[in-house]
């Protein structure tokens, strides 16, 4: 069952980090608006387009990528200090009283919106270069589809933990610098016990 959330993990980092390139159009395109509007004194009419299309992309395509890694704010102050199975039952009601309701209903109500969309031929009303937008209104549903597979796996990860009094194994990913280096400094003290003992 682990190897099985494991890979839908790797879907979820997949699309995570394909999406991640949005940042660097993101960045490239505001650069050079900077450039030339304030340089050149001559504006471009698609900077804005860029920036909100590109951002929407990330935000909706990376929810499931930061589901699997477990990156979602939570107020974790005294959620950390449960043991695992009492984390799990915590974790499994929210999931089922809020996360997948939500999700199901983006998707539920996201496709027929992204139809529309595209039936009409849909461009931006505050964008001066007429920007097609029910691409990204396609990413609704496309969106709320992988945070249900996500959501599906996160609970499975609840039902083992409560059966088994532990987390399963998530996919290895990068790390905050602070974090790498706590893991490092606890992973030197564990060797210098082990081998003084």
Known sequence: MEKFLIQIDRLSAGVGKAFGWCIIVLTLATSY??????????????????????????????????????????????????PPRVQAAIDLVLYLTFLLPGILALVWYGIPYALQSWRYGEVSVYSPANIPIYPSKTLIPIAGFFLVIQGLAEILRCLICLKTGRWPQRLADVEEMESAILHEHEDQARRQQAGEG
């Open 33 to 82: 608006e900077v450039f030339v509007r304030y340089v050149l004194r001559a504006p471009t009419s698609w900077a804005y387009d860029i920036s909100y299309i590109m951002y929407g992309a990330l935000f909706l395509m990376a929810g499931a990528y930061t589901l699997s890694r477990n990156g979602h704010v939570r107020g974790d102050v005294i959620y950390r200090l449960f």
